[in-house]
């Protein structure tokens, strides 16, 4: 995605706004399957320019939205980045979170996502 590359750049105000232009185009024609995606995009681009309470917003939109329409991967990223994140009250929720995340994947062949999300597992369990 044009997004994440520029992200990847440190264009975080252009990545951000790339993502939610995208965003809308998308709900404008009913195109939705991405939006969980997009919304977390918009989120890492809003914590990179220091927006710390916009991100989580949208972080969080990204998270029910994945969820509710089953988009394992997208669901999968989104808690990631939550955990990671570890806001709130002490990293508890987002723990929960990647788990429920992390039990909707099959693990029989673990994709990037699922290896990333696990080490962060372990690396949580252990604090």
């Not at 404008?28 to 989580?56: F, W």
Request: net charge neutral.
């Amino acid at each position: 995605m044009k997004s994440q590359i520029l992200m990847d750049h440190g264009a975080y105000q252009r990545a951000a706004d790339l993502a939610e232009n995208i965003g809308v185009l998308s709900s404008e024609k009913k195109d939705v399957c991405y939006l969980p995606e997009l919304l977390r995009l918009q989120s890492l681009g809003h914590e990179k320019l220091g927006n710390s309470d916009k991100a989580d917003e949208l972080l969080q939109s990204a998270i029910e939205m994945a969820r509710q329409m089953g988009a394992n991967v997208f669901f999968l990223r989104a808690a990631e980045q939550q955990a990671r994140w570890g806001r709130g009250d002490g990293g508890t929720t987002a723990r929960r979170v990647l788990e429920e995340a992390m039990t909707g994947m099959d693990s029989a062949e673990p994709c990037p996502d699922i290896k990333r999300a696990n080490k962060l597992q372990k690396s949580m369990a252990q604090l």
